[in-house]
């Protein structure tokens, strides 16, 4: 996953005033507009769209309330009435950088491309110091297969904010997806660096640990990416399988199980646990989990040479060599990996 950056407007009103000017006066416009993205800030996006209809109804022609109602409506996840929102703000002020550019995250939201690189590129045209956009746009690009028009904005992007943490991180995905892993991490350590609670990009910079064989590294950056944001079974799944492979086995255990409560009968969770067990010794238990991942996916080769290696160790030397020849015909290396495993 990426991020994708939007921003909201309010006009200078304390708020600590606006209460006075609403009781004084409920259908103040203004006020009225204030309030209500000081309701879609703190996530209130219902109550926001109460008031943001009331001003829109008492002053169509105030362009920051369409563009903020817009907002609003995005977190709801309604496009075409954000877009809508978007549009119209845009007719009444359409030289504003920030409104073309929230109008191409509504697209996106709607996999039209075409419409959203337009909307990006205008914001730009509009403002060539507009780290926002730039970002944005670099985003929708490496979404697309881009990646050098990508990696071209997202430069750009830090280069007009050198504090911009999500804009290395996206970099980092395609320095990495381009080979280029020594700076990919370099630049997935900046984004940590400014933002320590980044959970996607801990997961991201473990998983990348993980190829390099670097288990200890990895599960630091598995544990920083579940302590930010526990909601993933994919980390839990990704830390299990790790703590296996350090030995941690009782702690693996336990990060599978609150995986598999959270996504049941994941075939790759079952087959971290079946791992798990191998190591333990827990062999029916082992057998018994890759049985479950393979029925619901023939063709894992973890889980083919795992089981093959159980049923050798309970005797079964027929079965163990069927399913570890099935397992070598997909992946050649698979016993390098295991050996790596700490299983043989």
């Known amino acids: ?200 990009d801990a997961y991201a910079r473990a998983n990348m640990y993980f190829d390099d064989h670097d288990y200890p590294r990895a599960l630091e950056d598995y544990d920083r990416a579940i302590k930010a944001n526990a909601s993933y079974a994919g980390v839990f799944n990704a830390r299990c399988m790790t703590r296996a492979i350090l030995g941690q086995l009782q702690e693996a255990l336990a990060d599978c199980e609150q995986s598999l409560r959270m996504r049941p009968g994941d075939p790759y969770t079952l087959d971290s646990r079946a791992l798990t067990y191998l190591k333990l010794g827990n062999l029916d238990a082992a057998i018994a989990d890759y049985d479950t991942a393979l029925s619901a996916k023939p063709e894992l080769d973890s889980a083919l040479y795992g089981r093959g290696l159980a049923k050798r160790r309970t005797g079964d030397a027929d079965g163990a060599e069927r399913d570890i020849a099935a397992a070598r015909a997909i992946n050649a290396g698979i016993a390098d990996v295991f050996a790596r495993y700490g299983v043989q």
């Open 1 to 200: 996953m990426v991020f994708r950056h939007r921003q909201g407007r309010r006009r200078p009103a304390p708020r600590r005033l606006l209460g006075g000017v609403l009781q004084a006066n409920p259908s103040n416009p203004l006020a009225l507009a204030n309030r209500g993205e000081i309701f879609r800030r703190k996530g209130d996006a219902e109550r926001a769209l109460a008031d943001l209809n009331r001003a829109i109804d008492l002053d169509p022609n105030d362009a920051i309330a369409w563009y903020n109602r817009g907002i609003a409506y995005d977190d709801l996840g309604d496009r075409d009435h954000a877009i809508a929102d978007y549009t119209r703000a845009i007719r009444l002020k359409p030289n504003d950088a920030l409104y073309y550019n929230n109008r191409g995250n509504s697209y996106i939201g709607k996999n039209d491309y075409a419409h959203a690189l337009a909307d990006y590129d205008q914001a730009i045209k509009l403002d060539r110091t507009f780290a926002l956009a730039y970002f944005n746009r670099g985003t929708a690009y490496r979404e697309h297969g881009e990646a050098d028009r990508a990696l071209a904005d997202l430069d750009m992007a830090i280069r007009l904010d050198p504090n911009y943490g999500p804009a290395y991180g996206n970099r980092a995905r395609i320095l990495r997806d381009k080979g280029e892993r020594a700076r990919a991490l370099a630049d997935f350590g900046k984004s940590l660096q400014l933002m320590p609670n980044n959970d996607r």
